[in-house]
């Protein structure tokens, strides 16, 4: 199921389809009428917001966005991200004095939006602890979400068999993946420390996603630490609820 819904995900695409896309119409989806909207599907980057709203237990209205057809592009949802991609959240309920809604996109974004809003799963500001967390965070957006999205499309997705690209992103999938091991190693819980935290809602769906659907190319038991993480944060009914979030299959 996975493997369909992921082969044509995060995908780069050409201006022929941005062309195609602009004389298309579709209906915005309806607006729910809890405080926070979510436009999302359940992809990785995805899940990890989906993961945090149950987290939070906060209330929302998730709407499934197809990429599969190209809704992304069309003017409505560019207006909420000019650069095209899920998840995007949209709370009319915001922190602050400020009583109009705030638009994030860039799933990183909406985790330490989350967090500051509800004072969880990121410690204070001033404390060494948030600082080790967003680092983690930074980590997933500009490492492990990148790369393994790469590796993912010239594995399964690319029209062209291109040997050196598959072979790069996948090498440094696993060079990430050590990392993530011997950082787990060091904590002996989750990835920041003593803690459960955003960043450890951003890293779980991508590393869940690439360990089960690239097991026969990672070598066997090289990663103890991150499949005992797994299985911790797998097992929490709050994550497994998150994952289904805006999924095609449900
Ligand atoms: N850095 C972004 C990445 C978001 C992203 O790449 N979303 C993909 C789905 S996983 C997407 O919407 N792709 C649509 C497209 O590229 O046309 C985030 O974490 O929010």
């Given at each position: 199921m996975y493997r369909l819904l992921l082969v044509g995900f995060c995908r780069t695409v050409s201006r022929h389809f941005m062309t195609m896309t602009a004389a298309t119409t579709t209906k915005i989806p309806q607006i729910g009428d809890k405080?926070?909207?979510?436009?999302?599907?359940?992809?990785?980057?995805?899940?990890?917001?989906?993961?945090?709203?149950?987290?939070?237990?906060?209330?929302?209205?998730a709407h499934l966005i197809d990429i599969s057809q190209d809704i992304q592009y069309e003017d409505w949802f560019k207006k909420i991200n000019p650069n095209s991609k899920i998840p995007v959240l949209v709370d009319r309920q915001p922190i602050?004095?400020?009583?109009?809604?705030?638009?994030?996109?860039?799933?990183?974004?909406?985790?330490i939006y989350l967090a500051d809003k509800t004072g969880k799963f990121?410690?204070?500001?001033?404390?060494r602890q948030r600082?080790?967390?967003?680092e983690w965070l930074m980590w997933q957006m500009s490492g492990v979400?990148?790369?393994?999205?790469?590796?993912?499309?010239?594995?399964?997705?690319?029209?062209?068999?291109?040997?050196?690209?598959?072979?790069?992103?996948?090498?440094?999938?696993?060079?990430?993946?050590?990392?993530?091991?011997?950082?787990?190693?060091?904590?002996?819980?989750?990835?920041?420390?003593?803690?459960?935290?955003?960043?450890?809602?951003?890293?779980?769906?991508?590393?869940?996603?690439?360990?089960?659907?690239?097991k026969d190319k990672l070598d066997e038991n090289a990663y103890p630490n991150?499949?005992?993480?797994?299985?911790?944060?797998g097992d929490r009914p709050q994550v497994q609820k998150g994952l289904k979030v805006c999924s095609k299959n449900d």
């Open positions: 405080p926070i909207q979510l436009y999302s599907l359940a992809t990785p980057n995805g899940q990890k917001i989906g993961i945090a709203l149950e987290e939070f237990g906060l209330e929302y209205d602050g004095n400020d009583k109009q809604p705030i638009t994030i996109f860039e799933s990183g974004a909406i985790l990121l410690a204070p500001i001033g404390t600082y080790e967390t967003i979400g990148p790369m393994f999205g790469q590796a993912n499309h010239f594995h399964r997705a690319a029209k062209e068999d291109i040997a050196y690209a598959k072979k790069r992103y996948l090498d440094e999938a696993k060079r990430l993946l050590k990392v993530l091991d011997t950082q787990l190693a060091t904590t002996n819980s989750f990835t920041s420390g003593n803690d459960y935290t955003i960043a450890d809602m951003a890293i779980f769906p991508w590393v869940q996603f690439f360990i089960k659907n690239y991150i499949e005992k993480w797994l299985k911790l944060i």
